[in-house]
């Protein structure tokens, strides 16, 4: 199953055009690249939901901690792992 995880911007990288910003993301301790083309108001410390490696939109701290805990719960978060 896919899913659109949130994490939290910890860096980012600009390039020469929109569609190439990219950043490192943390999601909850494991860190992915993942394009920001989407999101071009977000900035490092924000929270984003991400799926299939595109950050689709931005989301509050609050929210972002709730979606991890489900996903704990339901034993979830191995999508993530390398």
């Given at each position: 199953?896919?899913?659109?995880v ?7 990288d ?6 190439m910003?990219?950043?490192k993301?943390?999601f909850?301790?494991?860190v ?6 989407y ?6 410390g924000?929270?984003?939901?991400v799926?299939?490696g595109f ?5 509050d ?5 709730k ?16």
């Open positions: 199953m896919c899913l659109a949130p994490g939290k911007i910890i860096s980012i600009c390039g020469m055009e929109e569609l910003r990219f950043g993301v943390n909850g301790g494991i992915k690249d993942v394009n920001l083309a999101v071009p108001e977000a900035k490092i924000d929270y984003v939901i799926h299939v950050a689709l939109n931005t989301v701290e609050a929210e972002a901690q979606v991890f805990e489900y996903l704990r719960e339901m034993d979830s978060l191995d999508e993530l792992k390398e």
